[in-house]
Each structure stands twice: as C-alpha cells, then as structure tokens.
C-alpha cells in the first residue's frame, strides 16, 4: 500500500488567506476595482489568474492585462509570506509526521509553485516533501481533479490509497472528484459554508489528525 498525503497549501498549511486578501485589495484597488476583503468569499479555493479573470469580467476590465496584475500579485504575497507569513497549528508537524511514517507527502496547490516554494524554504521542509504541485501547470484549477491527479501520478502513488487535506470547497470537491478520500479543515473565513458534510472526515485543527485513522479508513474502504 502506496499511502499518500497531499497538501493543500493556503488556509490550510499556511495562514495566508489574510496575507492574499490584503495584497489582493490593494492591487485591485489600484486598477479601480472596489474589491473589499469580504469579497474575496466569492473566490476562495480558484487559482489567482482565475480569480483575476473574475474580477476583470465582474468589473468589465478588458483593456488590462491579467498577466500583469497577478504577477504584481504574487510579488506581493510572496514578500508578505517570508516576512509575515505563519503555519497554521499542527501543520508542519503532520508534514514531517506523515514522512516519517512512511506516507507519499506532497503540496498540491492552487497557489503558483514560486509561493509554495517560499513557504517550504521558510520552515524547512524539503526534506520531508516528495514533491510540490501547483494547479498554475494545470488546464483547470480546482474545483477541477486535474491537479491532484497530475500530482499522484507524479508520485506514483495511488488514488485509493491517498488522503487529500483542504480546507476549502473548491479543495474539497476536487479531491473527491479524484475519488481520493478528503480530510477537510475549515478556517475562520468559511468554516459555515455550505458543503463541508461531502468529506469523508473534519477537523478543527490539523494537530488533531491521526494518521492511524487514516489508515483505517483505507482498510474500510478495501474489506
């Protein structure tokens, strides 16, 4: 049994939401997009240049060139992560955990591979990694399964045995669509959405994740 863990990386790994909504307003503020941190409800879980897309068209900016804004973008948030950023509770400690124990451990982002890399660097974890994916190389972002399945591939691991760990809709639906058991972990900005019950287990911390029950759940599943 090839288990694996991938990672989802913003909300859940990293407390990054309130770094992209800052940076987020602030750019888009400055293209005369009225975008408020309540607004970014609406897109959490889509890649940037999704979310970029959303608000072009919602604001009916064509003339600007969404390449350019997403990478002011990513500059932004990628400073703010290596000065400001933090790990969620519990995160780095079930990375390095699932490694030792010898599961398939990977991040599978919406995030650009240059942040997650920012973050892996900040807190040292390469060692504990067998790969980093982000849906930037993917036709579709989540909620669309592309980059989960592109990542277990990858990895040469296997859909039914692999554990994937959200904490958004978005995640959640595309982990499932993978048919990979999902793992889900709310956070302050959408722990009351709607949805969440579509996961096989929830948490309110990744500190209270037990990797002996994730093996068991694999165990019901193949009786």
């Known amino acids: 049994m090839k288990k694996a863990c991938l990672f989802d990386m913003d909300g859940l790994l990293l407390d990054s939401e309130p770094l992209w909504r800052r940076a987020e307003v602030n750019i888009f503020n400055s293209y005369g997009i009225p975008l408020t941190e309540e607004m970014c409800d609406e897109v959490m879980g889509l890649r940037i240049d999704e979310v970029v897309s959303f608000w072009f068209r919602r604001f009916d900016k064509h003339t600007i060139s969404i390449e350019s804004v997403v990478e ?10 290596q000065t400001e950023g933090s790990a969620l509770e519990g995160a780095v400690e ?27 660097h900040k807190y040292e974890l390469s060692d504990y990694l067998d790969g980093l994916y982000s849906a930037e190389f993917c036709t579709f972002g989540k909620p669309h399964p592309e980059v989960f399945l592109q990542a277990i591939e990858k990895l040469k691991g296997e859909v039914g045995f692999t554990w994937v760990f959200e904490d958004s809709i978005h995640g959640l639906v595309a982990g499932k669509a993978a048919k990979m058991k999902v793992c889900v972990v709310p956070n302050v900005y959408n722990e009351n959405a ?30």
């Open 94 to 120: 079930l990375v390095k955990e699932a490694k030792q124990k010898g599961w398939i451990t990977a991040i599978v982002s919406s995030s650009y591979l240059k942040l997650i890399e920012v973050f892996v």
């Open 72 to 81: 002011e973008i990513i500059e932004e948030v990628a400073f703010l992560i």
């Open 194 to 223: 709607k949805g969440f019950d579509l996961a096989d287990l929830r948490h309110t911390s990744l500190k209270d994740v037990d990797l002996e029950v994730l093996e068991k759940e694999f165990r019901k599943g193949n009786e």
